[in-house]
T-cell receptor, first 113, second 115 residues
């Protein structure tokens, strides 16, 4: 069965800390891995990763994929209270007409001032 | 680009009412849209995949007669919760993909409360 596992499930840090969120997966027909940030509403897109070893960066956030070890990490440097959210990892499968995302349970990040 | 609009954002209604939720892709055409349901402190649960001009593909356990999906154009999909009951209360979210190799972008969600 296809699955995506995120760790840790929750994390509390102080402003300025650096955090690393993990996402491992076991799926057939991997297409891409995506990271989303969810605050009070629906998820907002952060990164899409398809190739191993190529870091994607957006401001203080960065992410990288290891297709050999089947995991990805999301790094947030110099965290701010506005980074508090649930970070979701999802894997997109090559599944023809039944293509869909397999979601992890998310990491709940709380950044305290 | 890739803005998805969902309406309404909040619905409170009596049991037995049917509720329609709209999902629009504002700046792109989406041949495929997705409908999710999310319970508190849980991850997203895919309900159905909506394809323009054809019948939606429902996930196992999702009643197609209960959750009617219509994808009438390349920019609009609707989800109708028919004869809603309190157990249908949830956060419903739609998403759309700009192209085959593009990520899904989400609407802001609809919080449905059935009294």
């Amino acid at each position: 069965e296809d699955k995506v596992v995120q760790s840790p499930l929750s994390l509390v840090v102080h402003e300025g800390d650096t955090v690393t969120l993990n996402c491992s997966y076991e799926v057939t027909n991997f297409r891409s891995l995506l990271w989303y940030k969810q605050e009070k509403k629906a998820p907002t897109f952060l990164f899409m990763l398809t190739s191993s070893g190529i870091e994607k960066k957006s401001g203080r956030l960065s992410s990288i994929l290891d297709k050999k070890e089947l995991f990805s990490i999301l790094n947030i440097t110099a965290t701010q209270t506005g980074d508090s959210a649930i970070y979701l990892c999802a894997v997109d499968l090559n599944a023809g007409n039944n293509r869909k995302l397999i979601w992890g349970l998310g990491t709940s990040l709380a950044v305290n001032p | 680009g890739a803005v998805v609009s969902q309406h309404p954002s909040r619905v409170i209604c009596k049991s037995g009412t049917s509720v329609k939720i709209e999902c629009r892709s504002l700046d792109f055409q989406a041949t495929t849209m997705f409908w999710y349901r999310q319970f508190p402190k849980q991850s997203l649960m895919l309900m159905a995949t909506s394809n323009e001009g054809s019948k939606a593909t429902y996930e196992q356990g999702v009643e197609k007669d209960k959750f009617l999906i219509n994808h009438a154009s390349l920019t609009l999909s609707t989800l109708t919760v028919t004869s809603a009951h309190p157990e249908d209360s949830s956060f419903y979210i739609c998403s759309a993909r700009r192209g085959t190799n593009q990520p899904q972008h989400f609407g802001d969600g609809t919080r449905l409360s059935i009294l």
